[in-house]
């Protein structure tokens, strides 16, 4: 089985930094993915990392440390437009699936 | 850019009837999956399906669930008798070719609440 753990909200200013941590313990590991998913919305893609290390893409990177089963998502220059909950998932060697944690509720205050 | 779309958006059903939500995935898409979320909790896997047939699926996924590809665009879920734990909203997600680096890409949801 999968267990992902997030914290469940974060609070920061507009044009802030914030990073969101995932720890992950799971059966096999074949990468791991961050979505946004606004209230009453699609949740949606915004960054996968399969091998150790920092992937960036515009305002958001994402890092990974397999050895340690853990990652974080980093937002930079926060807009209020940011204020979503930000979801980790992680996909099994053997399956095709995603198991999500529960998402992190980011806030941003003008 | 192409996306995932699912009809209704919203579904009302009395207890113990059937649903069926529509999902039709990205055209050019093979592997396609049910997710649901039930309000205030986390997204939860239910089944995916690749070459007419259901790869893998959950605990959720018991008899009372089926996914069928009825036509070339066309994915659905039905739920044959529906209970009041079923309220949840589905997402509908597809992938190319469900190779390890893509991005499960959703649809905008079906919220179903059962009476």
């Known amino acids: 089985g999968q267990n992902i753990d997030q914290p469940t909200e974060m609070t920061a200013t507009e044009g802030a930094i914030v990073q969101i941590n995932c720890t992950y313990q799971?059966?096999?590991?074949?990468?791991l993915f961050w979505y946004q998913q606004h209230a009453g919305e699609a949740p949606t893609f915004l960054s996968y990392n399969v091998l150790d290390g920092l992937e960036e893409k515009g305002r958001f990177s994402s890092f990974l440390s397999r050895s340690k089963g853990y990652s974080y998502l980093l937002l930079k220059e926060l807009q209020m437009k940011d204020s979503a909950s930000y979801l980790c998932a992680v996909r099994d060697r053997a399956d095709y699936k995603l198991s999500f944690g529960a998402g992190t509720t980011v806030t941003v205050r003008a | 850019e192409p996306e995932v779309t699912q009809t209704p958006s919203h579904q009302v059903t009395q207890m113990g009837q059937e649903v069926i939500l529509r999902c039709v995935p990205i055209s050019n898409h093979l592997y396609f999956y049910w997710y649901r979320q039930i309000l205030g909790q986390k997204v939860e896997f239910l089944v995916s399906f690749y070459n007419n047939e259901i790869s893998e699926k959950s605990e959720i996924f018991d008899d009372q669930f089926s996914v069928e590809r009825p036509d070339g665009s066309n994915f659905t879920l039905k739920i044959r008798s529906t209970k009041l734990e079923d309220s949840a909203m589905y997402f509908c997600?597809?992938?190319?070719?469900?190779?390890?680096?893509?991005?499960?890409?959703f649809g905008d949801g079906t919220r179903l609440s059962i009476l």
């Open positions: 997600a597809s992938s190319p070719t469900g190779g390890s680096g893509e991005p499960q890409h």
């Open positions: 799971t059966s096999g590991f074949n990468g």
